[in-house]
């Protein structure tokens, strides 16, 4: 099961000057669409979430206006349990671990999480990063104008890995917008591209990668007409 945190849970919202969630009043606006609003130091804030359960994916846009000059922008949380990092062998490599990853400025970064040593990044104009298991990952794709920062101070032995994206405005602002496509769901490759093309580059297909992932095209093109991978 993803997202398994009591606190800063996936794809929440929180209030850049203190670090605090804002409290929505949430109404259902249609099937697979909800809106939240929300004031904030005498600002207005919505929120709106449309769910694709097709995809695995949800369409996050948040938009705040009213605001004055000592707002930081927003935090947008991406968290889960740390779990342990099972060891494993060169012929019994260990199949269930759990990465964060993101990509910056073209350049794609793995970063296998160990429960005992503890993770640390701050990296700059991140537009994709996820926190997942070796079959599932939590993911947000940037959709707004402004590049956010990524975030993670994981503490060695702690119980979570929480992450975060951090949107703030160069200057001052009265107005202020994020958005994200969130997906939430299996890591198979066609999924992923099907939310983003950058998405693919979750899996991480190893030093292999230039031949491994046509090879895995091919084996699913070839599935679809023998419905076997023999």
Request: net charge negative; charged share 15%; hydrophobic share 45%.
């Amino acid at each position: 099961v993803l997202g398994q945190v009591s606190e800063r849970l996936p794809f929440s919202t929180y209030w850049a000057a203190n670090d605090e969630a804002v409290a929505f009043a949430v109404e259902k606006v249609s099937e697979n669409q909800f809106r939240g609003t929300a004031q904030v130091a005498g600002a207005q804030v919505v929120k709106t979430l449309t769910i694709d359960p097709v995809r695995y994916a949800v369409q996050i846009d948040v938009q705040a206006t009213g605001l004055d000059a000592n707002f930081k922008g927003f935090h947008t949380y991406v968290s889960d349990l740390l779990l342990e990092h099972e060891s494993g062998s060169l012929f019994a490599p260990a199949l269930e671990m759990q990465d964060l990853f993101f990509t910056s400025e073209g350049s794609g970064t793995h970063n296998i999480l160990i429960k005992k040593d503890g993770f640390q990044v701050a990296q700059k104009n991140v537009d994709v990063m996820s926190l997942g298991f070796h079959y599932f990952a939590l993911a947000l794709v940037n959709r707004s104008d402004l590049l956010p920062r990524l975030e993670a101070n994981i503490v060695p032995n702690s119980g979570f890995a929480v992450s975060r994206l951090v949107h703030q405005p160069v200057n001052p602002v009265s107005e202020f917008r994020v958005q994200f496509d969130g997906f939430a769901g299996p890591k198979q490759l066609a999924v992923l591209e099907n939310v983003d093309p950058k998405l693919g580059e979750v899996i991480q297909f190893g030093i292999f990668s230039w031949i491994a992932k046509p090879l895995l095209q091919l084996l699913q093109l070839l599935n679809t007409f023998f419905h076997n991978y023999g």
